[in-house]
């Protein structure tokens, strides 16, 4: 299944995010990447600085593990504020709310992850707190219920989702600065490793962080994850060093090849060619190919498939792209011939 891909952009346990969390950046100079979205950050940052005010709200929209949840904390030490952490899926009540709402302190900040998975009484709840900065709160109910509005101090919300499209218009238009993060450069990536393996403390021969960085499908979370594989592989079958035959191995033994496709990816690409003669194929016929369910296919493999222009949408379908037919050594039957003899059921125009 694709809840362990190796090459997800998903975060796999919470010990990977306790590791992820330790080579985060702590400032907008420390970071890489991203370059139009830390200028504006920065102009925001230091025009919210100069007024005395608390920053508008934020909302970073993007792939899984491009730095949403980095920015975030980021943004608050920029400001000097505290940080208070939940998600969409935790907060299901007005109630579970109310409280993070009435311990914040002026310009602190208040980061909801997955944004969009918000329940429609919790959202409309907040609607008042992003733009008064007050909350009409229903306490007992039936004869005795009665409604109490609270003032709150000035804060930022900093909503991140990685299905902008699933926001409601109401809660999309209270954000003041909307950012879309984009995927990185190999370049960019082999920064970032270069500075996860400092303080990682690793030795690495010259061309083996872009080796990782190549197969890491533009993504942050994925490099810093491949380093962790080959640094263990490393420590285990050669001597702590990172070579270019030890991140080829460690990566071959991952099942990732040179553009960072895994196994997963490769049976969709084959389905489409062997099954499907090449496409166009629905999604859930894909689905039930492969045994897979429909959102990770849409979620998880295909935004990176349309990313480096192996799979293309059309209203009929997926279809596999020549590019891909020559990395993988595939060939597309595009002739559908009619047996001799067996008559044509419609008569061409």
């Known amino acids: 299944m694709a809840i362990g891909r190796v090459i997800s952009g998903q975060s796999l346990s919470d010990a990977e995010e306790n590791f992820n969390v330790s080579l985060r950046p702590q400032s907008l100079d420390e970071c890489v990447g991203q370059q ?14 100069q007024r005395g ?34 998600s969409g899926p935790a907060l299901v009540k007005a109630g579970d709310v109310m409280g993070m709402l009435t311990s914040i302190s002026t310009g602190d900040a208040l980061f909801i992850d997955e944004i969009h998975r918000l329940s429609t009484p919790v959202e ?3 609607y008042p707190a992003m733009e008064d900065f007050k909350v009409d709160y229903t306490v007992d109910s039936g004869l005795h219920a009665k409604t109490i509005n609270f003032p709150l101090k000035r804060f930022t919300l900093i909503g991140a989702t990685t299905r902008a499209g699933l926001l409601s218009a109401p809660l999309r238009s209270r954000f003041g600065m909307l950012y879309h993060l984009d995927f990185y450069s190999t370049n960019e990536l082999t920064e970032i490793l270069s500075r996860s393996a400092q303080l ?10 872009e080796l990782i960085a ?8 994925i490099a810093n994850r491949l380093l962790k594989r080959v640094r263990d592989y490393a420590q285990v ?11 080829d191995n460690a990566l071959k033994m991952e099942q990732i090849d040179s553009l960072g496709l895994d196994e997963l990816d490769r049976s969709l690409l084959r389905a489409l060619v062997h099954v499907y003669d090449g496409g166009p194929a629905g999604i859930e016929a894909l689905a039930a190919t492969l045994g897979e369910e429909r959102d990770t296919l849409e979620d998880v493999v295909e935004p990176y498939l349309l990313q480096i222009g192996f799979v293309r949408r059309t209203k009929r379908g997926r279809e596999i792209t ?13 002739e559908k011939k009619t047996p001799a003899g067996q008559p044509q059921l419609f008569d061409a125009e």
């Open 124 to 126: 409309e709840f907040i």
């Open 53 to 86: 005010e608390p920053l508008e709200h934020i909302l970073f929209y993007g792939p899984p593990g491009l730095g949403k949840t980095t920015l975030a904390n980021v943004v608050a030490n920029e400001m000097g504020a505290r940080i208070r952490c939940s």
């Open 36 to 49: 139009n979205v830390r200028e504006k950050l920065a102009i925001a940052i230091t025009a919210a600085k």
């Open 237 to 247: 079958k050669g001597t702590g060093v990172l070579s270019t035959q030890i991140v």
């Open 322 to 334: 020549p590019r891909a037919c020559q990395h993988l050594g595939l060939k597309r039957h595009t």
């Open 200 to 209: 990682l403390k690793l030795t690495c021969e010259a061309g083996t962080l």
């Open 214 to 221: 190549a197969r890491s499908r533009g993504t942050p979370r």
